[in-house]
């Protein structure tokens, strides 16, 4: 596919609108001194489900990540953990432990931010889901809109007028002062449509 016509993927479109929801909420889990860092569980007729931010400070509860409560409480409000034909959006790359999770909940699709060049148990440092020890495969879409969610994922919650002057900013910044990450999200989907880099 052409960059320009990804551009005007209304799939990749879509994809990006959810995600800058899950950065908005990612930011709350900053300003709660966590690790911000949210995922959102969306169902096959494009509907939010369930959501989930990082508690693991608050709960003391080294499990406690955004995709574990994001699928739990999607499991808990079907009445069913199987999640197939539903889509997990989250703002970091999965560690192990919610890769793993990820694939146990059968959904049917990963929409990730930011790389996790650490831990990242999707494609950057293994990858889980097409291992061996997987027992379901997933489409798997990192990189939408990775750069707002590297910095709430890096940072917490920054200033996006301050931290986007070493940052590449859209080139529509004069046109939108882009005080937050979540506002800018979206100043990010402007730009990455029109330069087609999802
Ligand atoms: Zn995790």
């Known amino acids: 596919m052409e960059a320009k016509d990804l551009a005007l993927d209304p799939a990749l479109q879509r994809h990006q609108g959810w995600m800058a929801q899950a950065i908005a909420l990612a930011e709350t889990a900053g300003q709660q001194g966590e690790v911000p860092v949210a995922a959102l569980v969306v169902s ?27 699928l739990r409480a999607a499991g808990q409000t079907l009445g069913n953990w199987n999640l197939t034909g539903y889509c997990l959006y989250v703002t970091l790359e999965p560690c192990p432990m919610c890769a793993g999770a990820i694939v146990l909940s059968r959904v049917s699709r990963l929409v990730y931010g930011a790389a996790d060049p650490k831990t990242g148990a999707v494609r950057s440092v293994i990858n889980i889901p097409d291992s061996a020890a997987s027992n379901h ?44 990450l979540s506002l800018w999200a979206e100043c990010c989907i402007v730009s990455e449509n029109r330069l087609g880099q999802p």
Not at 51 to 65: F, I, L
Not at 140 to 169: F, Q, W
């Open 137 to 180: 495969r997933l489409t798997v879409l990192p990189g939408v809109l990775a750069n707002p969610c590297k910095i709430s994922s890096d940072s917490g919650l920054l200033n996006c007028a301050k931290t986007a002057s070493r940052l590449d900013r859209p080139t529509n910044q004069d046109a939108d002062p882009c005080y937050s």
């Open 44 to 70: 096959p007729e494009d509907q939010l489900v369930a959501t989930g931010v990082n508690r693991r400070e608050r709960d003391q509860d080294p499990t406690a990540h955004a995709e574990v409560l994001a």
